[in-house]
C-alpha cells in the first residue's frame, strides 16, 4: 500500500482524497464502503453494473458512467438530473485509489457480477481499505470518531426498520436509555438503517477483526526488519518509527472499543483486552529496539567484562555475598515458617515483579504472534521458561535483554522495565571510564523521558547490588540526591546488612516514614527497629514500636500485604515480632541492662520475658535468666521473681547433672547462688504469710511466667523498701559484672 503522511507535500489529488476522507461522517462513511450496483434497467433487466461516481446534486452513487448520460432522474429521489458536459466526482474509494492512497489491486471497478456473500465479504475489505488510509495517515480519529457513532448506548444505536419497534424499545431499555432518547434514535434515519449492509459495518466486531488483521500484518513486517543484520536494521529505521505511530493509533482505536464494555463481563472485552497488551508490549519493544538500532546494539561500546561468563561469575559472588550477610527473617520465625534469609538482589526483586504481574498466564493468538518477535532462541530463553526472569540475569546480549523485558510483564510496568534495562546497561559499564559510555545512559534518559531521579536511582540500586565497598561508597555518596518520601524501603535495609546503619537511619529519616506517620509493612517496620539498636538509639526503638502497635491496634495502619496475611492482621503479632526483634538485638549487642530499664507495658512484657527466658533455657550458662529475675525485682514482683529463680534453678540442676564440664558447673553455681541470695533477701520483704505460701507453693503463679497475657496490677510497695532494693542490685560481686550481667552507665 502506498502511503503519505498528511503534513508531506503532495499532489493536490491525494490532499483533496485526504481531506474528503477526514471531514466525512461515519454514516457516510459506510455508505462510500459498500460496493453500489447502477439500479438503471435494460430491456427490463437491471444494468448491475460497479457505480464509480456520485450524482449530482443529491449525491446517490446509483448510476453507471454510461447510464448517468441517459438518466434524466435518480432512481432513488427522483430527482432531476442536470445534462451537461461536468464530469460527475468519484466515489471516496475510487478517489483515494486514483490518489494512490490504496492500491490498484484493490481495484473492483473491472470485476464481474458477484454473489451477495462475496459482495459482503468486498464491504468490508472496502472499509478496511479506508481505515488502512486513516491508520497511514495519522487520521485514527476519524476511526475514533466512527467508534462513537456507532456504538451502544450513544444516538447511532444500530437499529433497523425490519426490527419491530417494540423490540426496538426493549433493547434500547436494556442498556438504560432514556424515553427521550428511543423516541429521537427511531425517528432519526442518519442513526437507523434499513440496510443490512450498513448494520453490519457498523458492528464494532469489524473494528476488532481490522485491528486484529492490521497487527498482524505488523507483526511479519516487524519480523522481516529483526531477522536483519544491525546494520540492515539501521536503514528501516524511518519504518519503524512509521510502525510506531500505527501502533499507536491501533491502541487508541482499541481504548474506544473498550470503553463501551467496561463493568461487564463478556468474551469480546477480553479479546480486546489480550489484543491491547500485545500491541502496547509491541510498541514498546520496537521503541526500544529502534534505540538499540541507532546504536548499533552498542556493538562498538566495550563493557567492562572479558566476556559473558566472567559477568554470569560476578553476579553469583553478589548473590551469595547477599545470603552470606542477610539478616533473619523474623517475621517467618515468629509465624511459625521457619527463620529465611531474605537474601534477593534489587534485581532480583523488580525481574520477579514483572512475572508476578504478568497476569494468570493465558496467552491469546496476539501473544503468542508476539513471541516470534523473539531474537534466536538461546540459553536465556530457555532460563525464563525454567527460573524465571531472575534466573536470567546477566541477560547474553543486548537484544535478548530488549526481548525478555519488553515482550514479557504487564505493558503497564513500562517505567519498571526501563528501570531495569538501565541497570543493566550500569552493570555492563561501571568502572570503565565515563566518557566512553556515560552519553549512552543520557541519551536513553532522553530519549523516553527518564528524569535524572530515577536514574541515579537505577544506579544506587545496581551500587547495593555490587559486594564491593567501592561500589557501597559511590551509592552513600548518591543517596542524598535520590533519598524522598517514594525511596524504595530496601535501601535502608540493604544499607544496613552492609553493616552501615549510620547510613540506613539517613535514609529512613529522608524518606519519612520513620515517624509512623505512613503506612508501612511489618518488614519495614522491623528494618526500622534494628537500624535505631544497630545506631545504639534504644530508647527510640522502643517508642517506635509502641507507636506503630498502636496504631495497627487501633486499625489505623494497614499494608496491602498483612491485610491479604490473617495472621499479621493481628496487632498482637506485630507486638511479638518487633518486641522480640529488640530483645534479640539487645542480647546480641549487649544491651540487656538498657533494654530491661524501658517502661514495658504488660502485653510488652510478655514476649519480653519468653524471649529472654529461652534464651536461659537454651543455655543455663548466660547471665540472661539472671537479668530476667533483676527485670521483675526492679518492678517490685517479689513473687514473679522468686517463680522464674525457681524454675532456673530446676534448669541450671538439671545442666549441671547432664554435663561433667568443672568450669561450667562453677559458674552456673556462682550464677544460681548469688541470684539465690538476691531472691531471698527480696522475699524476705513480703508480709510473712506470703513468704509461708510462695515456699509452700501455694501461690499461684503470676500471668508473666505461665504465659497469661492479662497480668494482675501490683500495687507498689512502701517508699521505704527502695533504698533496701537499690542496695541489693548495686552489691552484685564482681564475677556478675565480668560475666556482662550488668553494665553500669556513666
Known sequence: MVGRKFDEPTSSRTQKALVRLASIDPIELCTEAKVERCRATRDLRSCGRNVQRVLIPCGHAALCDECSQRCEVCPICRMSLPKGGNELPLRLYYECIEAGLISKRHDDRLRDKEDTANQLVADVQRLYSLFDVTLENNLVSLICHWLHFCLLPSISLKLTFSLDFLQGVLLLASVHVKHTDITDVCMDESAVSSDPVTALLLDEKVVKDWCRRTFESILKELNAIYSQTASEMKSHLSSLLKISSKLAGMSNVLEVLESSFRGSISVMLQDLNHLQESILKTKQHLEIMAWCIRHQFLENVRFRFSDFASWSSSVRERKSAAIYRAWPDSVAGILGSGEQSTSSLFIEDALSNLEMDEGSGHQDEGELAISSLLASVGNSFFLSKLQGLAGCYPFESLRVAVDLLFLKGNSNLVVAKQAIFLYFLFDRHWTIPEDKWRDIVDDFAITFCITRHSLLESFVFYLLDDHTDEA??????????????????????????????????????????????????????????????????????????????????????KDAYDEANEQLSNWLTWLEILVSEICCLCIKRNLVDRMIE?????????????????????????????????????????????????????????????????????????????????????????????????????????GVCNGDQNIPPKPKPPTVQEPILGNLLFKLPQQWETNGFVHHQP
Open 598 to 702: 524501658l517502661p514495658w507495658n504488660a502485653d510488652e512484657e510478655k514476649y519480653l520475658h519468653k524471649c529472654m527466658f529461652d534464651v536461659a533455657q537454651n543455655d543455663p550458662t548466660s547471665t540472661m535468666g539472671s537479668l530476667l529475675v533483676v527485670f521483675h525485682l526492679q518492678r517490685y514482683r517479689y513473687v514473679e521473681a522468686y517463680q522464674v529463680h525457681s524454675k532456673l534453678q530446676t534448669l541450671e540442676e538439671d545442666f549441671i547433672s547432664k554435663h561433667q564440664n568443672e568450669e561450667m558447673a562453677y559458674k552456673v553455681k556462682l550464677l544460681n547462688h548469688w541470684r539465690k541470695t538476691l531472691v531471698d533477701q527480696s522475699v524476705d520483704l513480703l508480709p510473712d504469710v506470703l513468704q509461708q505460701q510462695l515456699k509452700d507453693g501455694k501461690l499461684p503463679e503470676a
Open 472 to 557: 557501597l561508597e559511590e551509592a552513600c555518596r548518591l543517596l542524598p540526591e535520590i533519598a524522598g518520601p517514594h525511596i524504595h524501603p530496601k535501601v535502608a535495609q540493604a544499607l544496613l546488612e552492609r553493616q552501615n546503619p549510620d547510613a540506613a537511619l539517613m535514609v529512613l529519616r529522608w524518606s519519612g516514614r520513620d515517624g509512623g506517620a505512613t503506612l508501612v509493612s511489618v518488614g519495614e517496620a522491623v528494618t526500622a527497629v534494628r537500624v535505631r539498636v544497630e545506631c545504639g538509639l534504644l530508647t527510640e526503638a522502643f517508642m517506635y514500636q509502641r507507636m506503630i502497635c498502636t496504631k495497627v491496634k487501633d486499625k489505623k495502619l
